[in-house]
């Protein structure tokens, strides 16, 4: 079913394409030594390069090019063996040289494509229009003195990614997936970290409306989104907007306009620029870039196991493609299910993990790598269910013992008494206590009540703290109620 926005006139459809930003994952930066940390002090990693200082040269760093191949592979894109650096010129405080080195005519990577997967099961494949390499520019800071503002060269010269869709999603929600899907890809390759609130990843989120049937009407472009969620709402309240112009009789113009987070509206930032605008030409300074097809085929041999693979796999080993889904969804998730499954039934891991490990984690508020309970402690709980140590809702409260004081399984039960009783005896004679009790019941029972039969389940299991082993439980209630 298409998503569309009610309007005066009835249903809209909305259109988007992301052109996305993502800060490769480098030591150095695309043409110069200078390092890249986040959060180093202002201009500490500046080099006569990055500052644009007259005479200096560009020289590009390899590891950045390849980064940029593994993603373009990771994307199923086609790599250009040659693509070119262009000048995108412009003025700007914090952009010394006056000019941006980016790829405009020839970018490194070509089409491509990315599959989501939405909410309800379902997958869609976007359109992936291109990848090209580019510098960022520094940091103008506006809000530490009363009247100046300060420049940080830090991310001048960074090697970003820009990676740009096709006009292939159809809601906030495809948009939302989209994101989350691409930064999984770049996650798993190890190109860019993907931490968004750090700014590594943001996006220009492209926005049209337009009525069933009809073709694309002009977008406007929502500038530098910095969180999956604002994405979402972005979307809604840019085409929100394009509604109620076009209903009330007026044309949507062209135009890069900014999210107000605050307010969940969007404002006009400044009219489209045109390519044009910017007087792109080659850059003199740097040869085209050639790369040998061999390289790439090394690159693409080397490759990690990416996010679509894994999942298919998991579901090869029995997951249902939910649980595969949500495994997969972060590298440290997914290896910590594979440590915890290595020598285990692999759909009984899943289970815990996704369910009530994954419970106890979300209410400590910690990630999977600052877990309180490891893969090796919660293995030896899955062990003691599975040799009949303790059964599988005592496990349930030894798992919630195991967040809260970080004590081992085998100890908690030990030191609480919590093994399972297998001894018929004392099966026996709890169950001779709860009858005794309710003679009432049992005679309702022998007279054909046959669903009394869990209520003496309940009752028996609670005389017994909850440490009885249920199968026999279950069989020497049936022939003594008999
Ligand atoms: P530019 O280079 O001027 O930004 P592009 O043609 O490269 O323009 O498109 C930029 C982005 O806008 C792409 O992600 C593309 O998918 C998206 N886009 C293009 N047309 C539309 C449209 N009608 N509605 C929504 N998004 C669009
Ligand atoms: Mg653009």
């Known amino acids: 079913m298409t998503y569309t926005i009610e309007g005066r006139t009835g249903p809209w459809e909305v259109v988007i394409g992301l052109e996305v930003h993502a800060q490769v994952t480098s030591q150095a930066k695309l043409f110069s030594g200078a390092a890249t940390e986040f959060g180093a002090a202002p201009n500490s990693q500046v080099s006569f390069v990055d500052a644009g200082f007259p005479g200096m040269l560009p020289v590009i760093n390899q590891e950045c090019v390849a980064q940029a191949v593994r993603t373009g592979l990771g994307l199923k894109a086609e790599i250009h063996l040659w693509s070119r650096f262009d000048r995108k010129n412009y003025f700007y405080a914090d952009l010394p040289q006056g000019y941006q080195i980016s790829q405009f005519a020839h970018p490194i990577v070509g089409t491509g494509t990315v599959e989501i997967t939405l909410a309800d099961g379902s997958t869609k494949p976007i359109g992936i229009t291109r990848l090209h390499l580019e510098q960022d520019a520094g940091k103008s800071l506006h809000d530490q003195h009363p009247s100046k503002s300060f420049i940080d060269l830090n991310r001048s010269g960074v090697a970003l990614m820009e990676i740009v869709s096709e006009p292939d999603m159809r809601s906030p929600e495809e948009a939302g997936a989209y994101l989350t899907k691409l930064r999984q890809i770049v996650r798993y390759l190890g190109t860019c970290d993907g931490n968004m609130d750090e700014g590594s990843m943001r996006a220009d989120v492209n926005v049209s409306v337009r009525k069933a049937g009809e073709g694309f009407r002009t977008r406007c472009e929502v500038k530098n989104v910095n969180s999956i969620r604002f994405v979402m709402q972005a979307v809604e309240a840019e085409a929100r907007r394009q509604i109620e112009v076009w209903e009330e009789g007026g044309t949507v113009e062209q135009e890069t306009r900014l999210f107000d987070t605050g307010r969940g509206v969007t404002r006009s930032m400044r009219s489209k620029e045109d390519a044009h605008d910017y007087r792109y030409f080659p850059d003199p300074d740097l040869p085209p870039l050639v790369l040998e097809a061999d390289w790439v085929e090394s690159l693409k041999a080397s490759l990690p196991e990416l996010p679509d693979e894994r999942r298919a796999r998991y579901v090869a080993m029995g997951l249902s493609?939910?649980?595969?889904?949500?495994?997969?969804?972060?590298?440290?998730?997914?290896?910590?299910?594979?440590?915890?499954?290595?020598?285990?039934?692999?759909?009984?891991?899943?289970?815990?993990v996704t369910g009530d490990f994954f419970a106890a984690l979300n209410r400590t508020g910690l990630g999977i790598e600052e877990s309180p309970v490891g893969a090796e402690a919660l293995g030896?709980?899955?062990?003691?269910?599975?040799?009949?140590?303790?059964?599988?809702?005592?496990?349930?409260?030894?798992?919630?013992?195991?967040?809260?004081?970080?004590?081992?399984?085998?100890?908690i039960v030990d030191a609480r008494g919590l093994r399972q009783v297998v001894d018929t005896g004392a099966i026996e004679a709890a169950i001779d206590q709860v009858m005794a009790a309710n003679a009432d019941k049992v005679a309702e029972y022998r007279s054909g009540k046959e669903k009394l039969f869990g209520f003496f389940v309940g009752q028996v299991m609670k005389a017994m703290q909850g440490k009885g082993n249920p199968a026999l439980v279950n069989e020497v209630l049936k022939q003594k109620l008999a």
């Open 380 to 411: 030896e709980l899955l062990d003691l269910i599975a040799d009949k140590t303790i059964n599988g809702k005592i496990a349930k409260d030894v798992l919630a013992i195991m967040f809260e004081t970080g004590e081992r399984p085998g100890a």
């Open 321 to 352: 493609p939910y649980d595969a889904h949500v495994l997969t969804l972060e590298r440290e998730t997914a290896a910590f299910f594979e440590a915890v499954a290595s020598r285990r039934d692999a759909k009984t891991v899943a289970n815990w």
